[in-house]
């Protein structure tokens, strides 16, 4: 069974621009059961993730581990390395209200 790392919530800069520490674990992909329970780290570990090739995604309802929201990705300042990046969703919508999906910068704080 393959797996997923989830988002579950986010911790901010003092500014509340940047992230920078996710509370994530990591879940089956068609399942409601934890492989690896969520735990607060560095962003710097999603982003490893990210680069490694994993998939990320938000979560939307943690007491339902299949419903998950937009992918995470890296993106890089300019001038920059990925390594050095920060991390956001990519905007998507509800397929049956069309409504907006939180984006990560939505998440509850950890």
Do not use: Q
């Amino acid at each position: 069974m393959s797996a997923v790392n989830l988002i579950g919530a986010v911790r901010r800069d003092v500014s509340g621009a940047f992230i920078t520490h996710v509370s994530w674990g990591i879940a089956g992909e068609e399942s409601d059961t934890w492989f690896r329970e969520p735990s607060t780290t560095g962003v710097n570990e999603i982003v490893d993730r990210i680069l490694a090739g994993d998939s990320v995604y938000t979560l939307l309802d943690p007491k339902d581990l299949t419903r998950t929201g937009p992918p995470v990705r890296v993106v890089a300042a300019e001038g920059e390395s990925a390594s050095a990046g920060a991390v956001e969703s990519i905007e998507a919508y509800d397929s049956r209200s069309g409504e907006a999906l939180p984006t990560l910068m939505k998440l509850p704080a950890c």
